[in-house]
Every structure is written in structure tokens, then in C-alpha cells.
């Protein structure tokens, strides 16, 4: 059975995620925008740290159209606020503030870095698209909520059957 936590306390846990997200994001942005400019770090096996300006969606989908992205995020950013609102579960609310927060972090290099709309990405991944700590927090977000739907709807199945 689902615990109920007041509404208050779910926009605590949603706020504090999403600020830490954006928080942790930006500072790793400024610092990849300050380090990485001199050249590119390799940290250790396939990880290392190298500027890339992402005007797209995740992988560069959609490059160059970033006020539509930036409207869709928005858009994406209230949908999910709204599922706070209506979750009654804390770890759900956590997942989402990651996603939001993540969102959010994206959204703010779009709005207020001006390199035209673009993310900054810096982690790279030999096999993988360059990224950000905002797209890891939105990807493991979106990982958690999806773990979290499963148990609950086989905790669900389990109680009815009992």
C-alpha cells in the first residue's frame, strides 16, 4: 500500500531535488566551460570530459530549433510537476524531481548561456553521445520511474490477489 504524505511535503522533496539537480548541473557546466576550453580531459577506460554545444533534443535530434525545444520542455517541465501533484508515492516524487530538475538545468544553458539555444555537453562516453549531468539526471529519472510503475503494479497484482 502506497504511504500518503501531505502535498506540502511532496513539493519539499520535488523542490529540493530539482534544486539540487539544477544546482549540481550548472556548477558542472561552468566548471566544463572554464577547464574544457583549454582542451579535453581523459579521466580513465572510455570516460573522459570534452566540450560539445548540443543545439538538439538528446543524441541531436532537432539541432537548430531550440525555441521550440526550450517551449517543449516547458511544457514537459508543468506535465510533470502535475504527476507531483498527483503521486502519492515519495520515490516517484524524488524521480520526477530529477526529471524536472534536469529539465530545468537543460532549459537554463538554452535561456541564459548564449551560444544561441545549445547545451553544454562535456561527458563523453567512447560508445555513447556526449552529455550532461542534467540528461543523466533526466535519464535516470525517467529509469526510476519506470522501476517504481513495475513494482507498484506487481505490488497491486499481489494484493489483489490476497
Not at 12 to 20: C, D, E, K, R, W
Not at 34 to 61: D, E, Q, Y
Request: charged share 10%; aromatic share 10%.
Amino acid at each position: 500500500m502506497l504511504t500518503m504524505f501531505p502535498r506540502t511535503k511532496r513539493m519539499l522533496l520535488a523542490g529540493t531535488v530539482t534544486l539540487l539537480v539544477i544546482l549540481a548541473d550548472q556548477l558542472s557546466t561552468s566548471w566544463a566551460l572554464s577547464r574544457l576550453s583549454k582542451g579535453p580531459i581523459h579521466v580513465i577506460g572510455p570516460l573522459s570530459f570534452s566540450l560539445a554545444m548540443n543545439t538538439g533534443f538528446s543524441f541531436g535530434i532537432a539541432r537548430g530549433n531550440s525555441l521550440v525545444i526550450a517551449i517543449v520542455a516547458l511544457i514537459f517541465v508543468v506535465v510533470i510537476f502535475w504527476m507531483v501533484l498527483r503521486t502519492k508515492s515519495m520515490s516517484l516524487v524524488a524521480a520526477y524531481g530529477m526529471i524536472i530538475g534536469g529539465a530545468m538545468g537543460n532549459l537554463a544553458d538554452r535561456v541564459f548561456r548564449g551560444d544561441h539555444g545549445a547545451v553544454v555537453d562535456f561527458i563523453h562516453l567512447r560508445y555513447w553521445p556526449t552529455f550532461n549531468v542534467a540528461d543523466a539526471c533526466i535519464d535516470i529519472g525517467v529509469l526510476l520511474v519506470v522501476v517504481i510503475w513495475i513494482a507498484q503494479s506487481v505490488h497491486s497484482q499481489n494484493e489483489s490477489k490476497h
